[in-house]
């Protein structure tokens, strides 16, 4: 598989999930939902720290919550350079197809996020009891690498209380798949499965 191969597959990639959170942070107020199926719905929640909503300041307390996302921002920044270094030397050496594939799908879903860091502070303003607007005359909702992810698709397969026999949780309300993601964490998912699933395929020697 050739760079430019890849490079069109992850600006289909980008297209898609950039569409997809556009259209769903001009068209939905924080929190709405559309229910598609009874076990899809699209969901508009918004994520400014690391996976489900994790920030860096709930393990390092003395970093303030805006400090931890310029620093996580900037982090991803530096992660997806090598993952873009990787994928380059991967199809120069042509490595296996799947090893392509994975690094470039890990590639696109980092770098669709990383736009959403970046810049969709200073391109919307805030969802907060209103749909946003795109490039707003009263400028967006924070400043440069102070974006917030947009994420909708929720899968909400089964609710219901656990057995009460469960350790822990048993008896509580449980909800299976509970997290809202993203078209780019799907892609991210997708690579790291590749890798793992078809690991001797992945890193086979030519």
């Keep these: 598989m050739s760079l430019k191969k890849s490079i069109l597959?992850?600006?289909?990639?980008?297209l898609?999930?950039?569409?997809?959170?556009?259209?769903?942070k001009t068209h939905f107020v924080l929190g709405e939902d559309v229910e598609v199926f009874s076990w899809f719905k699209l969901y508009f929640v918004e994520n400014d720290g690391m996976a489900w909503g994790t920030k860096i300041s709930d393990f390092?307390?003395?970093?303030?919550?805006?400090?931890?996302?310029?620093?996580?921002?900037?982090?991803?920044i530096i992660a997806i350079c090598g993952i873009g270094y990787w994928l380059y030397n991967a199809t120069k050496k042509q490595n296996s197809r799947v090893l392509i594939w994975a690094?470039?799908?890990?590639?696109?879903?980092?770098?669709?996020n990383i736009i959403d860091s970046v810049f969709y502070g200073v391109l919307f303003n805030d969802s907060y009891g209103q749909v946003a607007s795109f490039l707003p005359k009263a400028g967006?909702?924070?400043?440069?690498?102070?974006?917030?992810?947009?994420?909708?698709?929720?899968f909400p397969l089964w609710k219901g209380y656990l057995p009460d026999w469960l350790p822990f949780y048993g008896g509580k309300y449980f909800t299976f798949f509970e997290p809202v993601f993203?078209?780019?964490?799907?892609a991210i998912s997708t690579g790291f499965g590749l890798l793992?699933?078809?690991n001797k395929r992945a890193f086979k020697s030519n």
């Design 182 to 186: 993203n078209i780019a964490d799907v």
């Design 9 to 14: 597959f992850i600006i289909i990639i980008l």
């Design 60 to 76: 390092i307390s003395f970093i303030s919550d805006r400090k931890a996302k310029i620093a996580l921002t900037v982090f991803r």
């Design 16 to 24: 898609i999930d950039q569409v997809s959170k556009i259209y769903i």
């Design 140 to 154: 967006g909702y924070d400043s440069l690498l102070h974006g917030k992810v947009v994420d909708m698709l929720y």
């Design 196 to 198: 793992i699933v078809f």
């Design 103 to 112: 690094v470039a799908l890990i590639f696109a879903g980092a770098m669709g």
